[in-house]
Nanobody, 121 residues
């Protein structure tokens, strides 16, 4: 299995920045697409940004130009740099990965528990 631990969330003023980190651990053979989703109270979970194993990225329109995603394959980490934060970015941010683990046939998806980001003055 894969365990995902997010960190870096918190309270920030509008216009501020935060950097989220997600550490993957467990019986990992390979990690493929890694990404961040978010869920605000009363709203559906939505994609924020994903990055594939080759470094290709995709972003939600609402965060393009403000957020960047990166990964460190040697450390099994994925990061989300969030700049120019807005109140509407307030949500729980969850890490997600697709990977192959020992003892499990095929590629499976795994979720972290989430880290809260609150943008408020």
């Amino acid at each position: 299995q894969v365990q995902l631990v997010e960190s870096g969330g918190g309270l920030v003023q509008p216009g501020g920045s935060l950097r989220l980190s997600c550490a993957a651990s467990g019986s990992i053979v390979s990690l493929y697409t890694m990404g961040w989703y978010r869920q605000a109270p009363g709203k559906q979970r939505e994609l924020v940004a994903i990055i594939n194993s080759g470094g290709g990225t995709n972003f939600a329109d609402s965060v393009k130009g403000r957020f960047t995603i990166s990964r460190d394959n040697a450390k099994n980490m994925v990061y989300l740099q969030m700049n120019s934060l807005r109140p509407e970015d307030t949500a729980a941010y969850l890490c997600h990965v697709y990977g192959v683990v020992s003892g499990v046939i095929g590629v499976s998806g795994y979720w972290g528990q989430g880290t809260q980001v609150t943008v408020s003055s």
